[in-house]
């Protein structure tokens, strides 16, 4: 994202942009093959906010080589961008993906019938997994994005 295809997207009249920052933990990134070029990210937010373009930022919870701790710190980093939506999604292994083929290596346990949530790896428990659905419902219910509200969740839900 750059200025000028956020320019163009708002002349397209572009009602809204969902931005998949998944993760910043390094860990997990590396681990799905996933690349953060956060000067580019943080500039492409910019461009966005500059051209009034309604977006989600979007975070997947439950990445294999993602602590709650780490996940925690990606939510933070999410809440500081004061994006106008936000939304977290549980982790989902789909058959025929990458992460499918890699879940015993990864020690992925999953739900064996669609959606194919995940339930616990190798960092993360199912209690974990448990804590994290907490701010999946809670922000699903509530439609709340604001940051104060992000941050309560944040620090009850995670602890």
Do not use: N
Not at 119 to 125: D, L
């Amino acid at each position: 994202m750059d200025d000028e295809l956020a320019r163009l997207m708002r002349a397209a009249h572009f009602a809204f942009v969902e931005v998949g920052l998944q993760t910043t933990d390094v860990t997990a990134l590396a681990t799905v093959e996933r690349r953060l070029k956060l000067e580019q990210f943080l500039h492409g937010i910019a461009c966005l906010k500059a051209h009034d373009i309604e977006f989600e930022l979007q975070l997947i919870y439950g990445l294999p080589g993602e602590t709650t701790a780490s996940f925690r710190k990606s939510l933070e980093f999410a809440i500081s961008l004061d994006p106008p939506k936000l939304a977290v999604f549980p982790l989902m292994v789909l058959p025929g993906t990458e992460l499918w083929r890699q879940a015993g290596v990864l020690g992925l346990e999953y739900e064996p019938t669609p959606p194919y949530y995940v339930k616990s790896h190798a960092t993360m428990s199912r209690d974990d997994i448990a804590r994290g659905w907490d701010i999946v419902e809670a922000l699903q219910r509530s439609g709340d994005s604001r940051p104060e509200r992000l941050r309560a969740l944040a620090s009850t839900s995670l602890s």
